[in-house]
């Protein structure tokens, strides 16, 4: 069945760095890669997604990277900031099935 | 605030007991997602139901079962409840039923089995 790896599973940044969290999925018929922040005691909410037709999307300091052929993408947040520490979960589905998320990254910025 | 409601927020119970989770849809979904999420771990997939019907199924306990009822809302039993249930169990849903669109959560319900 499908598997989703996650890493890290812990990211320390300096405020203003980059962070970057990469996943891999195991079936090639998945088409629909969404990332999830998870802030403490909270619900989980969409912060972007991307699609198996398009390499790259990009939404202010977020951005996602696809590569189909390899089964990887990857989260990048720039000029991290304090309120971007949570939990992220990257997330793979099939068509008409069900969607597995990565086991998380802890992310901490420090100020 | 998602639109997605949970009831309980909190349920304590006894090991062997039944308890009933429910989960109200954000206006206009038709699928219902639940997951389990155990302590500092990621979130397990259960099970999808869509404008009623069962959709997909995860690795979710013969234990546990779940509906979908004509109002679109859904239920979460879990039966002959072990230490090891205890978990926040959330409810998501999405306005189509392939899985290409942003699941809503809801605050989720956790359950304590002592």
């Known amino acids: 069945g499908e598997n989703v790896e996650q890493h890290p599973s812990t990211l320390s940044v300096q405020e203003g760095d980059s962070a970057v969290i990469k996943c891999t999925y195991s079936?090639?018929?998945?088409?629909?890669f969404p990332w999830y922040k998870q802030e403490l005691g909270k619900r989980p909410q969409l912060i972007i997604d991307i699609r198996s037709n398009v390499g790259e999307k990009k939404d202010q300091r977020i951005a996602v990277t696809l590569n189909k052929t390899a089964k990887h993408f990857s989260l990048h947040i720039t000029e991290t900031q304090p309120e971007d520490s949570a939990v992220y979960f990257c997330a793979a589905t099939l068509p008409f099935f069900k969607t597995i998320f990565g086991a998380g990254t802890r992310l901490f910025v420090k100020a | 605030d998602s639109g997605v409601t949970q009831t309980p927020k909190h349920l304590i119970t006894a090991t062997g007991q039944r308890v009933t989770l429910r989960c109200s849809p954000r206006?206009?979904?038709?699928?219902v997602y639940w997951y389990q999420q155990s302590l500092d771990q990621g979130l397990q997939f259960l099970i999808q139901y869509y404008n009623g019907e069962e959709r997909a199924k995860g690795n979710i306990l013969e234990r546990f079962s779940a509906q979908q009822f004509p109002d679109l809302h859904s239920e979460l039993n879990l039966s002959s409840l072990e230490l090891g249930d205890s978990a926040l169990y959330f409810c998501?849903?999405?306005?189509?039923?392939?899985?290409?669109?942003?699941?809503?959560f809801g605050p989720g319900t956790r359950l304590t089995v002592l």
């Open positions: 998501a849903s999405s306005v189509e039923g392939a899985g290409f669109s942003e699941q809503f």
């Open positions: 079936d090639s018929a998945s088409n629909y």
């Open positions: 206006s206009g979904d038709l699928s």
